[in-house]
């Protein structure tokens, strides 16, 4: 395996599926690991249905935003301490071992929530889900990925990304299912600990990660697990490589097992791997896939439609269509390569918010006109700012909606919802008043006939989004780095993930009331074109590579801009970008 490119053909997707026949312990392997991401998904999309049941249910966190807040970030707040332990776990104890923790932490959370008593024992649990998805998030690919032969490694790390999209789109169906129930939202919360559950189960009978074996001097054991993995004529070539690999590393830097930030700086692979994988996994959220996935029912609001049954639907349709992004990735990423799916991606990724960004523009700047007519026929009702206001003939709806004291609303006209409407106090008393007279109430956006474009900007997001940016930077994570630095490298770019993701959701709202959904989307858009740069300098493609060549490849690469051209194949064996 020395100095050879393992070339990654068009067979790559038949032969991961054929390892069903073939070889099935290193499928069951990679679907055991991949619960993980099962997890890291539900609880994401699980919260935002639950806390509408937990208001009724806890009237404090009606009344708090504080509360909500709380309930909704600690869990992410959780993942970073989760992500950032992760990595020394990892490295100490092994990927096997902080899977089982992380499956023992959600379960104790998902219990926890299911029969907390008061808001603050549901914070408690939420922070015990929080650190269990935090290490499994960054454990699970790396854990696939490092007992995954070359050639499909890269589509069965991506089965982590397809279990966390399907983990999203399963909780908006466990959200409907339970709307009924007794005890909604804790059966929403609880049912999560059965995957848990699960998969710590399947872990204990499965093994350490070969490499991580290899790397502590247990080299039988490791390959024992290896000739699981690899075929005959493959394995022996498998094992001499990483033999080699950790006594260059060892001659290299000892083999104390304390790892300082100057150590991770000062080796070049090592800060080439760092600059990609962190970059990456930051991009992945300042591009605003979080923001989609949280407020994609708000954001179809912001579009112009009224009604929440619609929007909920639509968002869970915006859940499936990231579910397929998934699957389109496990398809393509051994196939086409990690660097040029997230070109593609990206591009995409780009155009999309732009036509949203335009959307919303058009959206803002042509909203229908405050009618006095209409809006005195709703005698106690009127909007006080509307009143008082001294030009209330040039008020449109979206002046309606951005007033504050107190908060007002839009009552469609009657007849066509783009014609002048009402302006209206929001409480609950005139929304049913609208709603009585056949109108549709607005709080959040305004009528307009580009509703149905905000909704193909928001599919096209996804479905170029999911199945590039969304699941590479995983998978780029889980292979980029040398074996002795893997988890705690990779704990840290899981926890700049995490870290992203807390900004943007926190930020994402506040953003909207301040500048406009036009010009947030637009930010979007600009940071997307930043990312993309990035990646054309500073990503390397690593499809077909063993993981061992991969640091061979950092230590020698070149800039290559023209990803499209096929390389040399005299620079394949050393530069492999």
């Excluded at 708090?64 to 776990?89: N, Y």
């Excluded at 449109?396 to 106090?425: E, R, V």
């Amino acid at each position: 395996m020395e100095g050879v490119h393992v070339e990654a053909d068009a067979s790559a997707f038949r032969d991961c599926f054929s390892l069903a026949w073939k070889n099935p312990y290193v499928l069951r392997l990679a679907f055991s690991a991949g619960i993980g991401g099962l997890l890291f998904g539900y609880d994401t999309g699980v919260i935002s249905g639950a806390l509408l049941y937990i208001r009724d249910d806890f009237k404090s966190v009606d009344r708090k935003t504080v509360l909500q807040e709380s309930i909704v970030s600690m869990a992410v707040a959780g993942a970073i301490i989760g992500a950032a332990i992760g990595g020394w776990l990892n490295d100490r104890f092994g990927r096997r071992t902080a899977i089982l923790i992380a499956d023992f932490l959600f379960f104790i959370g998902a219990v926890v929530m299911a029969s907390a008593p008061n808001p603050a024992l549901l914070i408690v649990g939420r922070v015990f889900v929080g650190l269990g998805v935090g290490m499994a998030s960054m454990t699970a690919p790396l854990y696939i990925s490092e007992a995954s032969p070359a050639k499909i490694r890269g589509a069965l790390v991506s089965t982590n990304g397809f279990l966390i999209t399907g983990g999203q789109f399963l909780s908006y169906l466990i959200n409907l299912a339970f709307t009924k129930a007794p005890g909604t939202w804790r059966w929403m919360l609880g049912v999560a600990g059965i995957p848990a559950l699960l998969q710590f189960i399947l872990m204990l009978l499965l093994p350490e990660s070969p490499r991580w074996l290899f790397r502590k001097g247990r080299e039988e054991e490791a390959k024992t697990i290896l000739r699981r993995i690899y075929s005959a004529d493959e394995v022996e070539a498998e094992i001499q490589a990483l033999k080699e690999s950790v006594e260059t590393e060892i001659r290299e830097i000892g083999s104390s097992n304390k790892i300082s930030i100057i150590e991770l700086f000062k080796t070049k692979t090592v800060r080439r791997g760092l600059i990609a994988g962190v970059g990456l996994q930051v991009f992945q959220q300042f591009v605003g896939i979080n923001t989609v996935m949280y407020y994609s029912p708000t954001i179809v609001q912001l579009a112009g439609i009224a009604s929440n049954q619609t929007a909920l639907l639509l968002s869970l349709v915006t859940a499936g269509l990231n579910t397929l992004g998934s699957i389109v990735s496990i398809y393509f990423i051994d196939r086409t390569g990690r660097k040029k799916l997230l070109i593609i991606s990206l591009c995409g990724v780009i155009i999309s918010l732009g036509l949203l960004s335009a959307v919303f523009h058009e959206t803002t700047s042509h909203s229908p006109l405050v009618s006095p007519i209409e809006t005195s026929h709703f005698t106690n009702y009127t909007c006080p700012d509307y009143s008082s206001a001294r030009n209330s003939a040039a008020w449109d709806c979206m002046k309606c909606l951005k007033s504050s004291s107190p908060d007002c609303g839009f009552c469609a006209s009657k007849a066509d919802k783009l014609l002048p409407g009402a302006c209206l106090i929001s409480n609950d008393t005139t929304k049913d008043t609208c709603h009585v007279e056949h109108r549709l109430w607005y709080t959040r956006g305004c009528p307009s006939k580009y509703g149905w474009l905000a909704l193909t900007g928001l599919a096209l997001y996804i479905i170029f989004f999911s199945p590039g940016l969304g699941t590479v930077p995983w998978i780029v994570n889980s292979e980029i780095y040398p074996l002795r630095y893997r988890g705690v490298c990779g704990g840290i770019a899981a926890t700049a993930n995490w870290i992203s993701n807390l900004i943007v959701a926190q930020s994402f709202l506040s953003l909207t009331q301040a500048i406009g959904t036009s010009w947030t989307f637009m930010i979007f858009g600009l940071i997307s074109v930043v990312a993309l740069i990035f990646v054309l300098i500073y990503v390397p493609e690593t499809k077909g590579l063993p993981i061992e060549e991969v640091e061979k490849m950092l230590e020698l690469r070149a800039l290559h801009f023209k990803f499209w051209e096929k390389r040399p194949k005299t620079l394949e064996k050393s530069q492999a970008l």
